[in-house]
């Protein structure tokens, strides 16, 4: 082709592109590309039935309710079991169940909506709303004040208290503030350290009704619930149908013991709330529907992006890895906002809570970028559903449905993929130049790129053309194969921070005989 069509080519590509770009998003959506996923994951659900079944009886749960959550709906929802073990009453799907501390994330959300609206920031000092907290004696005198972040991430400072939160459901508003008066012992100081602390979201309640100007439990349900249509979730158990309560109980010496229910109070925010596995699936389906990041309308309940902050890392809590026979298993992650967010060598990213306290334990887990979600709920003390919920997940990989959503390339990125493809083929500087952020050629000179593509394409047969589609990283890098003669080249591709974006980085090598464009694994054994 003559070097005058080269460049009026590119100069078209370009003008294209740059007109695309601005009329579409940034980033275009990630998106999901097998047409069977849906099919493949309902094959798994019999197998998971089986699961939760032999789970179940194993454990001697009394009774279970668990579902399956796909692109923001109920697949699939079952119950196992009796609600009430005097009565034999069976458990079903709309049997209500105390979910303990999966309500750290609904109280979080509320923080996040009074935040939104301009009531409050996270970094303000806890004790501008929680005057009581200005009194606190810190164990360091150059420990921060305890901001709302803070208490948000378990990073307050104050020592883990499993235990003993489960016994303070039922504390008024007046011994809170008492228990505050009294003194916090610290076991770190604020800011520095992740410890689980059930007292730093009691008064992460606090901080909702003195804000918002009405109860914790009364925001929730207006602000919340109702939008949501969750209409069997409450935080008194009195206030649930007893045809649908479902009775928590021990096991003692063999026996099933019941425990009385814990009444709603002052420390509801961190684990009072109860409910049901159709309403518990709304929850994990509107977490799950802040992904991807993309135009459209907004939840009426929080929006999407600031859904997206509650699920991400905000305090890291560590990671720990280990080696099974040829496998390795890594687990690492921290705590969002009310979520736990980890990462493990099969998913980048995972976001659960589970909930337990004396007769109940339940779990939610989902996986943002693959759209599916679980949710468990047990009517027996601390309900030991980690194992269940691994063979859930793995059965639905197994599946081969389990597959996270595509990222997809902006216009401007296969404008720049088209216009390096072409200078793989035949190297012009007019090109070239059109196309390169002002760092590349400095970074290596253009006639040392030129010749070291030269090398590879000859080294594999010359005639290279572009081989399938790009596989993008994101909306402004990507990788693509071109087949020559005897021989094929990856290339890659990454794009400045300028508008238009040119290209910033550009590899070019070798592909080894059955290689193939992808994700590079999460962790290799």
Request: hydrophobic share 40%; glycine share 8%.
């Amino acid at each position: 082709m003559p070097t005058s069509s080269i460049v009026s080519t590119a100069v078209l590509l370009l003008a294209t592109a740059t007109a695309a770009f601005a009329q579409s998003s940034i980033a275009p959506p990630a998106r999901f590309t097998d047409p069977d996923r849906l099919a493949k994951i309902q094959r798994a659900i019999p197998a998971i039935d089986s699961t939760m079944r032999e789970f179940a009886s194993r454990a001697r749960v009394p009774g279970i309710a668990y579902g399956v959550i796909v692109d923001g709906a109920l697949l699939h929802v079952a119950a196992v079991g009796v609600r009430e073990v005097s009565s034999n009453a069976r458990v079903d799907t709309s049997s209500v169940f105390r979910i303990a501390s999966m309500t750290k994330s609904f109280t979080a959300l509320a923080i996040l909506q009074l935040r939104d609206a301009g009531k409050l920031s996270l970094d303000d000092p806890a004790e501008r709303y929680v005057p009581e907290l200005s009194a606190l004696r810190y164990a360091t005198s150059d420990a921060p004040r305890i901001t709302v972040r803070h208490l948000m991430t378990h990073s307050a400072g104050f020592p883990e208290d499993n235990p003993w939160g489960d016994q303070q459901l039922s504390a008024t508003d007046e011994q809170l503030s008492q228990m505050v008066r009294s003194g916090i012992p610290f076991s770190n100081a604020p800011g520095v350290a992740y410890e689980y602390s059930n007292f730093g979201f009691a008064l992460l309640g606090r901080i909702v009704a003195n804000v918002s100007g009405m109860p914790y439990a009364q925001y929730i349900q207006e602000r919340v619930l109702r939008p949501l249509r969750m209409t069997s979730t409450t935080m008194e158990a009195r206030d649930v149908p007893a045809s649908r309560l479902a009775h928590g109980y021990r096991l003692r010496d063999g026996a099933w013991l019941e425990e009385p229910p814990l009444p709603d109070g002052s420390f509801g925010a961190m684990g009072g709330m109860l409910t049901s596995a159709a309403d518990l699936s709304r929850w994990v389906a509107l977490m799950l529907d802040a992904w991807p990041a993309r135009d459209g309308a907004e939840s009426a309940v929080l929006r999407r992006s600031s859904l997206r902050e509650m699920q991400q890392i905000m305090r890291y809590s560590g990671a720990s890895a280990a080696r099974l026979s040829n496998d390795l298993f890594l687990n690492a992650g921290g705590y969002g906002y009310g979520l736990r967010v980890s990462q493990n060598c099969t998913f980048g990213q995972l976001v659960a809570h589970s909930g337990g306290l004396p007769g109940f334990g339940s779990q939610m887990r989902w996986l943002p970028d693959y759209g599916v979600g679980v949710i468990t709920l047990g009517n027996l003390t601390y309900t030991p559903w980690g194992g269940p919920m691994d063979a859930a997940f793995t059965l639905l990989a197994q599946s081969g449905g389990l597959t996270p959503r595509v990222p997809q390339p902006s216009p401007v990125l296969l404008a720049r993929q088209d216009q390096v493809s072409r200078l793989i083929q035949s190297w012009n500087t007019t090109l070239a130049d059109s196309m390169a952020a002002m760092n590349l050629f400095l970074d290596e000179p253009a006639d040392r790129r030129a010749a070291a593509i030269s090398r590879l394409r000859d080294a594999a047969g010359g005639s290279c053309r572009t081989d399938g589609a790009i596989v993008a990283e994101n909306a402004l890098r990507g990788q693509w194969r071109m087949q020559c003669a005897t021989g094929a080249l990856r290339v890659g591709i990454t794009l400045a921070p300028t508008e238009p974006a040119r290209v910033q980085q550009l590899t070019v090598s070798a592909m080894p005989a059955g290689a193939t464009i992808g994700a590079v694994p999460v962790c290799r054994p």
